[in-house]
């Protein structure tokens, strides 16, 4: 859903509207983010006429809204037997470093 196509007027109409309301109280669309402005003063209008790409679209104020993208489904290859003993040989020393370690703390305190 992309509003790139319907703000082709730049900042114009977000003028219009806060000069047409009689009323003190603020909704808030007067207010412009602060990188919505800087991105204008560095681009210039032609930041509202961007067509969205990759899953990503452009709101009313003219930041981009990045949605996530599904990534393919693809089947997960288990480990082999060689892969798994080697799996267990590395556990099995992991748990004897750490016996090893536990051990030293306790003679040397």
Known sequence: MSY???ITSGFSLINQKSENKTSSFSDGSELIPAEVRSQL?????????RPAINGATVDREGLTNNYA????????SFP????????????CAAIALVAGL????AIVS
């Open 69 to 76: 993208v599904e990534p393919e489904m693809y089947f997960s």
């Open 41 to 49: 003063q560095r681009e210039g209008v032609s930041v509202f006429s």
């Open 80 to 91: 082999s037997p060689v892969q798994a003993r080697q799996y267990v040989y590395q556990g």
């Open 4 to 6: 790139a196509a319907s």
């Open 102 to 105: 536990i051990l030293t703390s």
